[in-house]
């Protein structure tokens, strides 16, 4: 094998991952998102878990409903299946809704 031969194979290497990097940034920057999407949820579930008792049964009925794919009740046991994890601008837009309806934090 020459030079030649090992110059050429080796920018085709550099050229494929060179190709390759925005591919990995963008899985990077998805993960990040991710990240600050899952500690946002965090933040306002602590923020519901402290404004429930002050909210109506129709705005926990509307917040539960929202949440909730589905209660099975069977016997003594209660199985609560949760909607999916919606996408981080989704997700924004329910925060929006929901939060124009509750009462200013204390």
């Known amino acids: ?11 085709r290497q550099e050229k494929a991952l060179t190709a ?3 591919k990995l940034q963008a899985e990077v920057d998805a993960l990040e998102i991710h990240q600050v999407s899952a500690e946002e949820v965090v933040a306002e579930a602590t923020n ?3 404004l429930w ?3 109506a049964s129709v705005d ?3 917040i539960i409903e929202s949440i909730t794919e589905k209660i099975v009740i069977t016997g003594e046991e209660i199985e609560i ?7 981080s601008e989704e997700l924004t837009k ?4 929901l939060s124009g309806s509750l009462p200013p934090p204390a």
């Not at 031969?5 to 080796?10: G, M």
């Not at 299946?81 to 996408?87: A, E, F, G």
């Not at 329910?94 to 809704?97: P, T, V, W, Y």
Request: hydrophobic share 25%; no cysteine.
């Open 60 to 62: 926990k009925r509307r």
């Open 81 to 87: 299946k949760l909607s999916y994890t919606p996408i």
């Open 94 to 97: 329910r925060q929006r809704n």
């Open 48 to 50: 519901l878990h402290r």
């Open 1 to 11: 094998m020459g030079l030649g031969s090992s110059t050429a194979r080796l920018r």
């Open 53 to 55: 008792p002050t909210l």
């Open 20 to 22: 390759e990097l925005p």
